[in-house]
């Protein structure tokens, strides 16, 4: 059961945070002027989007530990779909749950530097900047991609078959 539940919130968080690092929607600026948005590739004022004109270094990190973070959850969903598939699940459920609990602390890492950075970097104009879904969703990625680390575990240290007969079968 804790397997099929880690898989459920492993597929759920790598398709939250796909979606998360690849869209627009990390910021929003809402103005009687005019409507803006930003995300980790692109800054977008009305319907006219651009690529970032010149991005601190941490924000450059903030793709690259997003962009970890989705191969190693995508690497966790393959680990632990082949240990629903195996006879002696015990030690590739404990490397998917690895896998994904590492996932998971990139995720954190990647949207803390974010959360850093764009505070600093928008200053006064805070007020007028919203962090906004895209954002969001990664939040609530981090929090199912660790869960399903978890479940994984769990579900290794309960499972009976003895860790032997894997490495026998191997």
Known sequence: MGAR??????????????????????????APGGAGCQGLWR?????????????????????????????CTAAGVALGLSAAASS???????VAGATLLVAGLLALLG??????VTGS????????????WSYILGWIAVVLVVSAGLFHVCAASKDPTPESSEVAGA
Do not use: I, N
Not at 58 to 69: E, F, I, K, P, Q
Not at 121 to 132: D, I, M, N, Q, T
């Open 88 to 94: 002696a699940p015990r030690l590739r459920l404990r």
């Open 121 to 132: 970097v928008f200053g006064k104009l805070h007020a007028e900047w919203r962090f906004s």
């Open 111 to 116: 949207l803390a530097v974010y959360t850093a």
């Open 5 to 30: 539940g880690g898989l459920l919130c492993a597929a759920s968080g790598l398709v939250l945070l796909l979606t998360a690092t690849a869209t627009d929607f990390w910021v929003q600026h809402r």
């Open 43 to 71: 800054v977008c004022v009305g319907s006219v989007c651009r690529p970032h004109p010149g991005t601190p270094a941490l924000w450059d990190a903030t793709r690259v530990l997003m962009l970890l973070s989705v191969l």
